[in-house]
């Protein structure tokens, strides 16, 4: 197998790193790794060394989660930080159509999951993503919203261009995500989102139409989708990283 220099992908070898770890943060095989430095002695890497990244062949699969108390802390936040993205959504959709004068504040709080979610990837990603991240959310947030009061006031019009823009920025999340962690798949999160986005539309409309037994049965559906996704996204940060999280 041969490596061209001037096609190449590099990085920098940082201390204390083995080739399992960088391996696992690029998403490659450590056999491929080996075959694209040969000359390296993966038993003695330098600081500063630079190795060559050979490409992915294939989409990734986190596999299952081990059980450690890093482990179970992470996944336990990133189950909050969604449940709390559904609730507050939920009540930002039935503020606005019941006229609830806690609607201000319930916005509020709504608007403070996206940070908290930036500062929970920042620490995997850095501040930069973490701030990318948390606009990309804010925006995705703010659209639901207005896609409520749109169809509440029966704009069409309004409500169809809000919706073209709400599904766009979901891929855009998605792109994000899949960008800085090999075992977070663009298909599968813009596959996630898009059935996130289905089912706020449908609790949305029901509560329009004033139809609360049906959905009240709906958020159990849409509670199992978003702890889905905590869990997805607590496995993919797992694999990519796993040697931060050996007991």
């Known amino acids: 197998m041969n490596y061209h220099r001037e096609n190449a992908k590099f990085y920098t070898v940082k201390s204390g790193e083995t080739l399992i770890m960088i391996a696992n943060l690029f998403g490659i095989e450590v056999g491929d790794l080996r075959a694209a430095n040969p000359h390296l002695n993966e038993y003695n890497l330098s600081p500063g060394e630079l190795i060559i990244i050979p490409e992915r062949k294939k989409d990734l699969i986190p596999g299952p989660l081990p059980v450690n108390r890093e482990i179970l802390e992470l996944n336990n936040a990133f189950r909050m930080l969604w449940e709390q993205h559904i609730v507050w959504t939920r009540i930002v959709i039935s503020d606005i159509v019941f006229e609830n004068p806690e609607l201000d504040f319930a916005i509020a709080r709504l608007l403070q999951n996206p940070e908290d979610f930036g500062a929970q990837l920042a620490k995997f990603y850095g501040a930069a993503f973490g701030r990318e991240f948390a606009s990309l959310m804010r925006d995705h947030l ?3 919203a207005e896609l409520a009061q749109a169809a509440l006031s029966g704009d069409n019009q309004k409500f169809a261009e809000l919706n073209r823009s709400w599904f766009q920025n979901a891929d855009a999340m998605s792109r994000a995500l899949a960008s800085v962690n090999p075992y977070w798949g663009y298909k599968r999160w813009r596959e996630m989102f898009g059935e996130h986005l289905n089912l706020v539309l449908e609790e949305a409309t029901l509560f329009i139409e004033n139809r609360l037994e049906e959905n009240v049965r709906l958020f159990d ?9 905590a869990d997805f996204m607590t496995r993919g940060i797992v694999s990519q990283f796993f040697c931060n999280f050996c007991a």
């Open 221 to 229: 559906k849409m509670e199992r989708q978003a702890l889905m996704m």
């Open 142 to 144: 703010t659209i639901a």
